[in-house]
């Protein structure tokens, strides 16, 4: 159905030295759910607003089905968004909410109403159609505006952090089924979420951005075993992966004095670079609590039942550093014991210029 | 039971002390009632006799309802009561619309799409509100000779469409400005033209606000004397104006006047009892949520 296409777009923002969103290039397939994901501040409202029409790009174009949409208003992008607080109108009806964009496109009254009960069958939201907005739970608003939003049958969905407004149980039961949806409609869909587990859970592949720069752009399982870089690897994961400024320890990175098992090719690939410069992460289930290894103190033990996070405190480079571990309660530990960390799975090396030094 | 428990007593203004609020209640009624006596008299007087009226005040009269009747008679070539009240009628019907037509376009651009130095766009609008009106009546009348517009309902209707026109965009600049900027970009991409946007989008959030405006429209140019007076005092002239010719060279004209004074005022209460609610509400905006 439709494809999307950002090439070197960018949006400064008038008044704003920096771009929002600097010179972004992401092709998204048809079909596919493609999750923006970034800090507060990192772009990812605006570059949906780009793709939308709502934000002038300023240079670099926008594709749409290999149609150059980069100056078209967003009535002409047959795209449908559903926005962080819903933005139902209040004066309506759910179901004329639901109905109100076929209504401008001069559908036929019986076939927006079918078109509205069939959505909101889907939605299961038959027996509210009569309701206004403000009448409504917070649960069910967020499901008339998707309801808005497929009743169209647009070429693209987006969705600007639909779920931030849900409580937290909700929020999980609601990105399932909207993950399902989106599988099921097969409609190509663009979803801004600062939620790393959000992003995880439900794009097909993940867009990372920061400063309004394209971080990395890949799936899910790929993002999280192969961080590009140290931004990557910091935001991506939770708890996050331990991630330190190496030391030289014999010619190699090191932490806490201990040198890190790296291979022949990463070692021959940091050549040259200055091993205080380097940085090593290392997320937590690939340490473990054993007999050798980086000495330090537990400060503190998070059980949470299938397992269990331990936070040991350590002397790197001079500084008390702290070191998360998972443990599936294979050992006991409790604050103040003196334990041993071992290495028990991949390393992730970054080069002076903070990128991932591939192997 | 939730039931049976009392609301805790509402704290007295001042403190404690009773006293204080006794007599501040007391004062409330004194400055109230100071303010409410002169429209009471007016009242009063309306339904007395000319020589009553006259003579010392009192409150010990045969109520009659002729000085309406007398008031209200065609008077022969003079502005009557009954042409007043039409033309009056149509002058505030002609110029509200045309102000509110004029308004909503201009307070939509304000709001939701600003252009550069809107504030500064802002501020010209209301300092024409500045000027007193008696320091530039003579250009005006000028040009209103020039165009033969003096002596014309026009002439009312275009000076109050202008007398109007700043308040208006100020007003519902604020109130278009309260409708969350999601709903227009959702009505955007819905597919909505910019007509249909404000009809079917904004207005409804801001009726109570644009009904809030109109209904000062309607009070401010109802009221309006100067500009009737100067450019039309005659036959072709509005409610004031004619309340104004009550007044009489030779003889007692004080229970007639206040008995056309209380005839003038009586649409502005009414209007304004009836719209009383709506327009506290829109006029504090409560109504967007
Ligand atoms: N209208 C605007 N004018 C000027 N700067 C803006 C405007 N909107 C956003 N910005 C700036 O652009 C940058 C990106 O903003 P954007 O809203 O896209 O961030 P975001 O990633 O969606 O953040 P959040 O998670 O907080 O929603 C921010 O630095 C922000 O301050
Ligand atoms: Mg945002």
Redesign the interface.
């Known amino acids: 159905m439709a494809e999307v296409r950002y090439q070197e777009a960018s949006r400064i923002y008038p008044g704003t030295e920096e771009p929002a969103v600097n010179q972004l290039n992401l092709d998204i397939g048809d079909g596919e759910l493609l999750v923006l994901v970034g800090p507060s501040g990192s772009g990812k409202s605006t570059a949906l607003r780009m793709l939308a029409g709502l934000e002038t790009v300023n240079m670099g174009s926008i594709w749409i089905n290999e149609v150059d949409v980069t100056l078209k208003p967003p009535q002409d992008r047959d795209i449908a968004m559903v926005f962080q607080n819903y933005a139902l109108y209040p004066s309506m009806t759910v179901g004329d909410n639901m109905g109100f964009a076929l209504k401008q496109q001069k559908v036929p009254k019986a076939e927006r109403a079918e078109r509205v009960a069939e959505a909101a069958r889907i939605l299961d939201l038959t027996e509210y159609l009569d309701r206004k907005p403000k009448n409504l739970s917070g649960g069910q608003r967020q499901r008339v505006a998707m309801g808005r939003a497929i009743v169209r049958q647009p070429q693209v969905f987006l969705m600007d952090e639909p779920l931030s407004n849900l409580d937290a149980k909700l929020r999980v039961q609601t990105r399932t089924e909207l993950a399902d949806l989106q599988a099921r409609l097969g409609v190509t869909t663009v979803y801004v979420t600062h939620d790393q587990v959000e992003a995880m859970t439900m794009g097909h592949r993940v867009a990372v951005l920061n400063f309004g720069v394209l971080q990395q752009v890949d799936a899910p399982k790929t993002l999280y075993a192969a961080p590009a870089n140290k931004f990557v690897a910091g935001f991506i994961g939770s708890p996050a992966m331990n991630l330190f400024d190496a030391e030289n320890v014999d010619g190699k990175p090191g932490i806490a004095g201990v040198a890190v098992p790296i291979n022949d090719a990463v070692a021959a690939a940091l050549k040259g670079q200055s091993l205080d410069k380097v940085s090593v992460g290392v997320r937590p289930e690939h340490l473990t609590l054993g007999t050798a290894g980086i000495e330090g103190e537990v400060t503190v033990v998070e059980e949470l039942g299938s397992e269990s996070f331990v936070h040991v405190r350590t002397d790197h480079r001079g500084e008390a550093t702290n070191i998360v571990v998972r443990d599936r309660g294979e050992t006991q530990t409790a604050r103040g014991d003196r334990v041993k960390i071992d290495f028990d799975g991949p390393l992730h090396v970054f080069g002076e210029d903070g990128q991932r030094v591939t192997a | 039971m939730a039931i049976f428990t009392r609301a805790p007593k509402a704290e007295p203004i001042l403190g404690q002390n009773r006293a204080v609020a006794m007599v501040l209640g007391v004062l409330t009624w004194i400055i109230g009632l100071l303010f409410f006596f002169p429209l009471f008299w007016l009242v009063v007087n309306g339904f007395k006799e000319e020589s009553v009226a006259s003579s010392s005040p009192t409150l010990n009269f045969d109520p009659t309802l002729d000085r309406f009747s007398e008031v209200t008679e065609d008077s022969g070539g003079l502005l009557s009561f009954t042409e007043a009240f039409g033309n009056s009628f149509w002058i505030v019907l002609i110029s509200t619309v045309l102000v509110m037509v004029l308004a909503i376009p201009a307070a939509y651009a304000l709001a939701i799409r600003p252009m550069r130095k809107w504030r500064d766009i802002l501020f010209f609008f209301i300092s024409t509100k500045f000027l007193p009106i008696v320091g530039i009546i003579m250009p005006i009348w000028i040009i209103a000779r020039d165009l033969d517009l003096l002596g014309t309902r026009t002439v009312l209707v275009v000076l109050y469409t202008a007398m109007n026109l700043p308040l208006a965009v100020w007003m519902l600049r604020s109130f278009f400005a309260e409708v969350?900027k999601?709903?227009i970009?959702?009505?955007?991409?819905?597919?909505?033209?910019l007509l249909?946007q404000i009809r079917?989008?904004i207005l409804?959030?801001v009726a109570p606000g644009v009904a809030a405006t109109a209904l000062l429209c309607v009070i401010f140019a109802w009221n309006e004397f100067f500009f009737a007076i100067q450019l039309n005092p005659t036959g072709a002239s509005t409610i004031p104006v004619w309340v104004n010719s009550q007044q009489k060279f030779q003889g007692q004209f004080l229970a007639g006047l206040s008995a056309a004074s209380v005839l003038a005022t009586l649409p502005v209460v009414l209007a304004g009892w009836v719209a009383q609610k709506r327009m506290i509400r829109g006029l504090a905006m409560g109504a967007i949520?």
Request: net charge negative.
């Open positions: 969350p999601e709903l970009e959702a009505s955007q991409i819905d597919g909505c033209s249909g079917q989008v409804p959030i949520k």
